[in-house]
């Protein structure tokens, strides 16, 4: 079985051009485009002090892909408790949850009091304003 190898610094490219033709950057919304963009953070880390000014733009940009992912997206937490917790994160209110999804002033709280369920709908929508799969706010 033929194992993936590591990119190496070395062979890195030394132009933002470059660096965006092997891996274009993007906000990310799922558990691959984490891994794609930690592999590629994780060879430029450890390299700071050798890197030209482009590289470092681009390192940091990953880093800041990666963190927004992670501080965003709670590991343990789906449904209508990863709902609460975005809201208290984003100290939204109720009624601005409701403008989200586009509903009445009353669905918002509802849904957070447990009154109504989330629906696929809701959960489409809720995925595209916080930048998550839609599927984790189901279940």
Not at 37 to 44: F, G, N, W
Not at 74 to 86: A, N
Request: net charge neutral; glycine share 10%.
């Amino acid at each position: 079985m033929k194992t993936k190898q590591p990119m190496i610094f070395e062979k890195m490219p030394k132009d933002y051009a470059g660096l965006c033709g092997l891996f274009l950057p993007r906000p990310i919304h799922d558990r691959v485009g984490y891994e794609n963009t930690v592999e590629i953070a994780d060879a430029l880390a450890g390299f700071e002090d050798r890197m030209n000014r482009d590289q470092n733009d681009y390192f940091d940009l990953l880093c800041s892909l990666i963190s927004n992912y992670e501080s965003v997206k709670p590991p343990d937490l789906r449904g209508v408790e990863l709902l609460k917790h975005l809201v208290a994160e984003h100290g939204l209110s109720g009624a601005e949850l409701s403008r989200i999804l586009g509903k009445s002033v009353a669905l918002g709280p509802m849904i957070l009091r447990g009154q109504r369920s989330i629906t696929a709908g809701h959960a489409r929508k809720l995925g595209a304003h916080f930048g998550m799969p839609a599927g984790l706010f189901l279940g």
